[in-house]
């Protein structure tokens, strides 16, 4: 039982105050634990507060008189919340936390909270990957909803400066991501369309609508399907509380295809009618706007030699590579000084780093290598290049739209699959392309010409078929119309 106690877990929590509660004493050391952990799980500003409490409030209330907690004396409210779950009176130890909550988001740079609920306004607010970007299917849905929905106000988020201007530039209305404005719209907001996790002090209310649009098909384990988590002073227990939380708030998620949603069903626990098999808005580009003319456009626009061919190198991020909370490093294993060597003549490469890793790659001396992880749209880096090389990461699932070869450098996979994530399939299996694992056999395969015969095999042609059925260049105008039939079926049931 030792392992489970402590954690910020329901179960935990209830583990911990039932097996102290149970004990005939209690030693200091094990006090200072019980005040240390009690101190995080009663921070007015944490979400899951009386999820944990409520559950056996009787063995709560006698422990806190048994190890005698108390708050500082300045704490005023804390210590008339704390006297009222000693008594068991956990009504107006409620109340009294929800006013400390508003207390301390009213002091806050960021939070803002309402004790009340406001009334439901027409806004859609859209977010895509955390505010560093204004792309993926989020993009896509804003176009389509603003034209649909005039009489709707459309936000995006942006946590970016650079970014900000740019949407200025095309009067698109912005929110700048964890400030108090962020947190009043999504309060506000009617419809949430989001591609990653949202924070959980932003509380989703029942006559709000949250479109989970997710940003891959599931190669890698995810969620309650992982079985090792490796990511640093978070246990498999607390990491799957977290996320399970996250996703009962999703009213659907999108999914590429009926693959995509087995997997996504087990690993985010959803029902059948959760999940929108409608494809991804974000690959109607790769269909739409796949030809030669757009592609010379997009070199032109990023400064990429025009008479050169791309090469998209696209890793994923390390679980158990953080810098800190969401951010991660990138080492990159490609010798750079022997693809200079060997195919500097005829080929650039373009690096395009997971949103998730946290610094500015340095290629400064490399005049045919370029870091183009800041770059808005991914798709524009996928319509422009010639072959995409990538590891784990979901994205060959969207290039292979494209038809055109992708390898695989793959230069840890067993640490990957055995000790990382772990994969939905053997790693091997249906790859539409061949895998590496040192720098110079990739290189020596590009130099050969041997991967322009990539795409004409049988195995990349049954791939798109399992995978990419969906991929039609209308899954934008099918999500749109889900959501506005949505908004119009409610407005006649009020």
Same mark, same amino acid.
């Given at each position: 039982?030792?392992?489970?106690?402590?954690?910020?877990?329901?179960?935990?929590?209830?583990?911990?105050?039932?097996?102290?509660?149970?004990?005939?004493?209690?030693?200091?050391?094990?006090?200072?634990?019980?005040?240390?952990?009690?101190?995080?799980?009663?921070?007015?500003?944490?979400?899951?507060?009386?999820?944990?409490?409520?559950?056996?409030?009787?063995?709560?209330?006698?422990?806190?008189?048994?190890?005698?907690?108390?708050?500082?004396?300045?704490?005023?409210?804390?210590?008339?919340?704390?006297?009222?779950?000693?008594?068991?009176?956990?009504?107006?130890?409620?109340?009294?936390?929800?006013?400390?909550?508003?207390?301390?988001?009213?002091?806050?740079?960021?939070?803002?909270?309402?004790?009340?609920?406001?009334?439901?306004?027409?806004?859609?607010?859209?977010?895509?990957?955390?505010?560093?970007?204004?792309?993926?299917?989020?993009?896509?849905?804003?176009?389509? =909803?603003?034209?649909?929905?005039?009489?709707?106000?459309?936000?995006?988020?942006?946590?970016?400066?650079?970014?900000?201007?740019? =949407?200025?530039?095309?009067?698109?209305?912005?929110?700048?991501?964890?400030?108090?404005?962020?947190?009043?719209?999504?309060?506000?907001?009617?419809?949430?369309?989001?591609?990653?996790?949202?924070?959980?002090?932003?509380?989703?209310?029942?006559?709000?609508?949250?479109?989970?649009?997710?940003?891959?098909?599931?190669?890698?384990?995810?969620?309650?399907?992982?079985?090792?988590?490796?990511?640093?002073?978070?246990?498999?227990?607390?990491?799957?509380?977290?996320?399970?939380?996250?996703?009962?708030?999703?009213?659907?998620?999108?999914?590429?295809?009926?693959?995509?949603?087995?997997?996504?069903?087990?690993?985010?626990?959803?029902?059948?009618?959760?999940? =929108?098999?409608?494809?991804?808005?974000?690959?109607?580009?790769?269909?739409?706007?796949?030809?030669?003319?757009?592609?010379?456009?997009?070199?032109?626009?990023?400064? &990429?030699?025009?008479?050169?061919?791309?090469?998209?190198?696209?890793?994923?991020?390390?679980?158990?590579?953080?810098?800190?909370?969401?951010?991660?490093?990138?080492?990159?294993?490609?010798?750079?000084?022997?693809?200079?060597?060997?195919?500097?003549?005829?080929?650039?490469?373009?690096?395009?780093?997971?949103?998730?890793?946290?610094?500015?790659?340095?290629?400064?001396?490399?005049?045919? &290598?370029?870091?183009?992880?800041?770059?808005?749209?991914?798709?524009?880096?996928?319509?422009?290049?010639?072959?995409?090389?990538?590891?784990?990461?979901?994205?060959?699932?969207?290039?292979?739209?494209?038809?055109?070869?992708?390898?695989?450098?793959?230069?840890?996979?067993?640490?990957?699959?055995?000790?990382?994530?772990?994969?939905?399939?053997?790693?091997?299996?249906?790859?539409?392309?061949?895998?590496?694992?040192?720098?110079?056999?990739?290189?020596?395969?590009?130099?050969?010409?041997?991967?322009?015969?990539?795409?004409?095999?049988?195995?990349?042609?049954?791939?798109?078929?399992?995978?990419?059925?969906?991929?039609?260049?209308?899954?934008?105008?099918?999500?749109?119309?889900?959501?506005?039939?949505?908004?119009?079926?409610?407005?006649?049931?009020?």
């Amino acid at each position: 039982m030792k392992e489970k106690l402590f954690l910020m877990t329901e179960d935990s929590f209830n583990s911990t105050v039932a097996f102290y509660s149970n004990k005939e004493q209690i030693d200091s050391t094990s006090k200072e634990k019980l005040f240390y952990y009690f101190n995080k799980v009663f921070n007015p500003l944490f979400p899951y507060k009386f999820d944990f409490i409520l559950e056996n409030r009787c063995e709560l209330s006698i422990l806190l008189k048994r190890i005698d907690y108390k708050s500082p004396k300045k704490s005023i409210f804390k210590n008339l919340e704390i006297k009222a779950m000693k008594k068991g009176n956990y009504k107006y130890s409620y109340m009294i936390s929800q006013f400390r909550k508003l207390l301390s988001t009213v002091r806050s740079a960021q939070y803002s909270t309402k004790i009340f609920s406001e009334k439901i306004d027409n806004i859609i607010i859209y977010e895509s990957f955390n505010g560093k970007s204004f792309s993926d299917s989020p993009r896509m849905l804003y176009f389509y =909803l603003s034209k649909a929905l005039p009489e709707y106000k459309h936000v995006v988020v942006s946590d970016n400066d650079t970014l900000d201007e740019q =949407l200025a530039h095309l009067n698109i209305e912005t929110v700048k991501k964890n400030t108090k404005t962020y947190f009043e719209l999504y309060n506000n907001a009617k419809v949430w369309i989001v591609n990653t996790r949202l924070s959980p002090q932003i509380k989703k209310k029942s006559n709000q609508l949250y479109i989970q649009t997710w940003h891959g098909t599931p190669l890698k384990k995810l969620a309650n399907d992982q079985t090792v988590i490796s990511i640093p002073d978070v246990t498999l227990e607390e990491y799957l509380y977290g996320f399970n939380k996250e996703t009962s708030r999703w009213d659907s998620l999108l999914s590429p295809s009926e693959v995509a949603t087995e997997r996504f069903q087990s690993a985010f626990n959803l029902e059948n009618d959760q999940i =929108l098999t409608l494809g991804y808005p974000r690959n109607d580009d790769l269909i739409n706007l796949n030809n030669a003319d757009y592609a010379y456009q997009l070199k032109q626009k990023y400064n &990429i030699p025009t008479n050169k061919k791309v090469v998209l190198y696209a890793p994923t991020w390390r679980d158990n590579d953080r810098v800190d909370i969401g951010q991660y490093n990138l080492k990159l294993q490609i010798d750079l000084e022997d693809f200079n060597k060997q195919l500097g003549n005829e080929y650039v490469l373009a690096i395009r780093a997971h949103y998730l890793v946290s610094e500015h790659l340095n290629l400064d001396r490399y005049d045919n &290598i370029y870091d183009l992880s800041k770059a808005n749209d991914v798709n524009e880096l996928f319509l422009m290049s010639d072959t995409l090389i990538t590891d784990y990461s979901s994205v060959y699932f969207d290039y292979a739209n494209l038809h055109r070869p992708i390898l695989f450098f793959a230069y840890d996979k067993d640490a990957y699959a055995n000790d990382i994530r772990g994969f939905y399939l053997p790693y091997e299996e249906e790859l539409p392309g061949p895998i590496f694992k040192t720098s110079e056999d990739l290189i020596a395969h590009i130099k050969s010409g041997e991967y322009e015969k990539i795409p004409h095999s049988e195995e990349y042609k049954a791939f798109t078929h399992k995978y990419n059925y969906l991929d039609d260049g209308e899954a934008t105008k099918r999500v749109g119309e889900y959501i506005m039939s949505t908004l119009i079926k409610e407005k006649e049931f009020q």
